[in-house]
């Protein structure tokens, strides 16, 4: 009998312990994760996540915020082109109730995060930010914004191109080097891996929500800047899946918003096919109250030349589409300075035209001073900022807000 005592006050006494030894397991979390769109944003997340190679599971478990059990969805892997000692693991979870808050983990151990679904229908307000040039210099400049960004609770984050900087200009010692050795030379592209880090740590809002984000390329998210072919941007395309067509597509929100994202030049030509595309997706959305157009290189510069060869093609193809079929406005990056146009048609100022925002200076430290003498200025500053807009009914609010969270514009429409 004492025997068996003894042996039952172990037993009792080892559950006791148990919870506190399973408390003491670190959940499951990754390094680097990250939240976009490949279908609906109403319906629809993708889950993508970063782990040493190694690591071969792909699912995450989630459930509505009100709910108690766990769906599990499965995905796949990738390698990371010049990346070998990663894996890339995509999860898209489906068939979701729009305008709703989920519970997600990365395996069943894993760390709990949460995001919210876009709605059907707005009636709410519905707020964005925007921004491009993020990871120029230091990770602290990019840290930095990215705090204040996420203070703004937005809902999404549309990135306007040249998001870590691995890419660029290909030299003739680049071209040698890689027909010799089969390579590609360009800075260093960890530098992919250590902005999707910064961006899980920081990018959540402060009730606790992921943020997704919706990128454009820009000529240093590609070796070869400009004029090169998808895979000369094989890093980009690998991380950031898109519905459709590699390079420039539409995501729509409900019945009250379009994002038209271009390519301005990097892996698809301006002009051509991208353009007749661009006409006949906007013509379809005539009635959509809100339409965005997102790309990299501006229509109206506020620190290179007006008559810049990239500019110019991006204003003779694009903008009189954005004017005859009833653009809100472009947010346009690569100038590394904070600008806001007037109301442009037809090269004129008119009430009844398109606003273009932004120029790219996300995490840029050696900002530019713009032109604030050109015509077509309404607001510029050398600033480093993000710009955050509100829909609310038919009306739109853009603040422009820099890394310090000083406000440095405000407009409506």
Known sequence: MM????????????????????????????????????????????????????????????????????????????????????????VELKGLRPNTDYHFRIKKNGRIFK???????????????????????????????????????????LLGGDLAYTGGGISFFSRLEASIFGNRSNRNIERWIEWLTAWKETMT?????????????????????????????????????????????????????????????????????????????LNERKDIPHKFALYHVPAYPSARSFYNQRCTAVRQHWVPIFETMGLTAAFEHHDHAYKRTKLLRGNKVDPSGVLYLGDGAWGVTGVKNPDSNRWYLAKSAAARHFIKVTLNGKHRQFTAIDNNGKVIDEFGM
């Open 115 to 157: 995001f919210q679904t876009m709605p059907t229908h707005q009636t709410d307000p519905i707020t964005f930010i925007v921004g491009g040039d993020i990871y120029h210099d230091h990770l602290s400049s990019v840290l930095e914004t990215n705090k204040q960004a996420a203070l703004v609770s937005p809902l999404f984050a």
């Open 205 to 281: 809002t402060p009730d606790g929500r992921q943020i997704p984000m919706v990128p454009a390329i820009g000529n240093h998210d590609v070796e070869g800047s400009f004029g090169r072919k998808i895979d000369d941007a094989q890093v980009f395309y690998t991380l950031f899946p898109f519905p459709g067509l590699k390079g420039y597509n539409v995501l729509d929100f409900g019945d009250y918003m379009s994002v038209i994202v271009l390519d301005s030049g990097h892996t698809h030509p301006v002009e051509g096919e991208q353009t007749r595309w661009l006409a006949k997706t």
């Open 3 to 90: 025997k068996k005592n003894i042996f039952y006050f172990f037993i009792l006494l080892f559950s006791w312990f148990l919870p506190s030894f399973a408390a003491d397991k670190e959940p499951y979390d990754p390094f680097a994760m990250y939240l976009t769109w490949q279908g609906d944003p109403t319906t629809t997340m993708t889950v993508q996540w970063i782990t040493l190679k190694d690591d071969l599971e792909d699912y995450v478990e989630y459930h509505a915020t009100h709910g108690s059990f766990w769906t599990e969805a499965e995905g796949e892997h990738y390698l990371i082109p010049g990346l070998p000692r990663y894996l890339l693991h995509r």
